[in-house]
């Protein structure tokens, strides 16, 4: 097992620094240039940043941008976070079992190091989206993992197929087996299990990257990240100007009821960060500005 | 352990079947009553009723029955079930840890039924509420459980204690532990853990109760499920036709989601309910009608 040196560590929390600097003005910039549509005579919406911190006695924190009421944008979060210190017993426990991670009791701690990004949209018309990419480091083991997938409120068949070529293409350029692994699990992991439905129209996941290559399992988390700017944003301009109905808008707001059951009740990010003492406004700013179960 | 006979256990069904109709009669009595007030002009709420399934080859089903957009209650569903069958492998797991349970993988079936309500009422005036009472059976234990959980939008002291001093007046007669306990247990049971708060002010929370006395533990149950509407009536009455403000009706939607999260994170019955295979439109009822995370 090749382990992520402290080097490297201080390279991929820089490199999450940049992607959400990079995200945030590319959204700013869609806000900016929204000169027609429903929401057009709204002041663009900015960012809104606040530092983040853990509960006392835990190590790290991070920084929540979050932009609402914007003109394209109802309510998006980019929160990127270093956090570190001992394994609760929980985690602990969960990583005993694993093979891979023999020798974890002996030294319980961690480091990682993300990005995450969560958009509600004004617009029925534009998917509401996520992207997250992350290191996660202990003494024994570390590892990449990550994804994006696409949740529209009303599927557009071609807006998934590129979203998906898109993905396909940036996993290609890695392993020609990355793409359909990586798909499989999205389709797996954002399954609402109660409902027997995904979330939405899936996109790739992948966890417990470690090739023996460190150089290109980060070069691939970085691709994945400018892979979702890519995917998204043209979907974005093609429909932010339409207007919609308010039975399109009732839709809507039913999705993301579910959106937010499947981040409540499986997602294992929220689990994790809010078991790990990080500030809940942060974990939850993945929750929709309004949501209805009628 | 004194165990429930069939014979009690279709007392309990059809006592929860006749809780279930006097508490819907209560409720479209408010309904038609309510001559003043911001939804006096809606024709008054009334319950619809479905038949609930669980998945096929699980045993048992219910009656949920919802009352939507009235003129007092925005959502209120009362929902009763019967439910029987071969305990899930998690389930089971989770029993076979408890010292009174030994011997439950030798014939891991259960039985159980209840009775399950939530209202979120139109005005952030008049508290949301939750009330529910159950019997669990399997061959080597059974037990009653349940409780019943004030949820105001705005807190009124002098509403607060009004709904306890009739929540301890129904304990005191069984026991005078039973009040001070059940309210710890719903002090610490409705604790929202990631924000270190209560989700409303409290109530009583009982679980695994078995005295030796079925005929008292079924008693006390019962009186439980009519203490509840003595305790929230008035409350509903005091308060349906006051107006109110736009900036109270965005603190109830606030206080929603966060109602939402502890249910989907937290709250045993509706993990059980998920996971039994029961359906999920109605496990998820309880859920609010439009909620917010600005």
Same mark, same amino acid.
């Given at each position: 097992?090749?382990?992520?040196?402290?080097?490297?560590?201080?390279?991929?929390?820089?490199?999450?620094?940049?992607?959400?600097?990079?995200?945030? %003005?590319?959204?700013?910039?869609?806000?900016?240039?929204?000169?027609?549509?429903?929401?057009? !005579?709204?002041? #663009?919406?900015?960012?809104?940043?606040t530092?983040t911190k853990r509960d006392?006695?835990s190590?790290g924190g991070g920084l929540m941008?979050v932009?609402?009421?914007?003109?394209?944008?109802?309510?998006?979060g980019v929160n990127i976070s270093?956090v570190?210190?001992?394994? /609760?017993?929980?985690?602990?426990?969960?990583?005993?079992?694993?093979?891979?991670?023999?020798?974890?009791? !002996?030294?319980?701690?961690?480091?990682a190091?993300g990005?995450s990004l969560v958009?509600?949209?004004?617009?029925?018309?534009? #998917?509401?989206?996520h %992207?997250n990419?992350r290191? @996660?480091?202990?003494?024994?083991?570390?590892?990449?993992?990550?994804?994006?997938?696409?949740?529209? %409120?009303?599927?557009?068949?071609?807006?998934?197929?590129? +979203?998906?070529?898109?993905?396909?293409?940036?996993?290609?350029?890695? /392993?020609?087996?990355?793409?359909?692994?990586?798909?499989?699990?999205?389709?797996?992991?954002?399954?609402?299990?109660?409902? /027997?439905?995904?979330?939405?129209?899936?996109?790739?996941? @992948?966890? !417990?990257?470690?090739?023996?290559?460190?150089?290109?399992? +980060?070069? +691939?988390?970085?691709?994945?990240?400018?892979?979702?700017?890519?995917?998204?944003?043209?979907?974005?301009?093609?429909?932010?100007?339409?207007?919609?109905? !308010?039975?399109?808008?009732?839709?809507?707001?039913?999705?993301?009821?579910?959106?937010a059951? +499947?981040n409540l009740?499986?997602d294992r990010g929220t689990h994790f960060g809010l078991q790990s003492g990080h500030d809940p406004s942060a974990v939850l700013m993945s929750l929709? #500005?309004?949501?209805?179960? #009628?």
């Open positions: 097992m090749v382990l992520a040196s402290q080097k490297q560590k201080e390279e991929v929390e820089n490199w999450f620094s940049n992607l959400r600097n990079e995200i945030c %003005m590319s959204f700013e910039n869609i806000e900016n240039n929204q000169s027609t549509g429903p929401h057009c !005579d709204l002041p #663009p919406g900015k960012f809104e940043l530092e006392e006695g190590g941008s932009m609402r009421g914007g003109r394209v944008f109802e309510k998006v270093t570190y210190g001992k394994l /609760n017993p929980l985690m602990q426990k969960s990583m005993a079992s694993r093979k891979e991670m023999t020798g974890i009791e !002996d030294n319980p701690i961690f480091w190091s990005i958009a509600h949209m004004n617009s029925p018309k534009v #998917p509401a989206v %992207m990419t290191m @996660f480091w202990t003494p024994v083991a570390s590892w990449f993992g990550g994804g994006t997938d696409l949740n529209p %409120m009303i599927e557009v068949a071609e807006e998934t197929k590129f +979203f998906h070529k898109v993905l396909k293409k940036t996993c290609d350029k890695y /392993n020609p087996e990355y793409y359909p692994k990586y798909k499989k699990w999205a389709d797996e992991y954002f399954l609402i299990k109660h409902w /027997n439905e995904t979330r939405g129209v899936g996109g790739i996941f @992948f966890d !417990d990257l470690n090739t023996g290559n460190w150089n290109a399992d +980060f070069n +691939f988390t970085k691709d994945v990240g400018k892979a979702f700017l890519a995917a998204y944003v043209p979907l974005c301009e093609k429909n932010q100007a339409n207007s919609w109905t !308010d039975a399109e808008r009732e839709v809507q707001l039913i999705k993301r009821g579910k959106y059951e +499947f009740v499986y929709p #500005p309004v949501a209805k179960w #009628p």
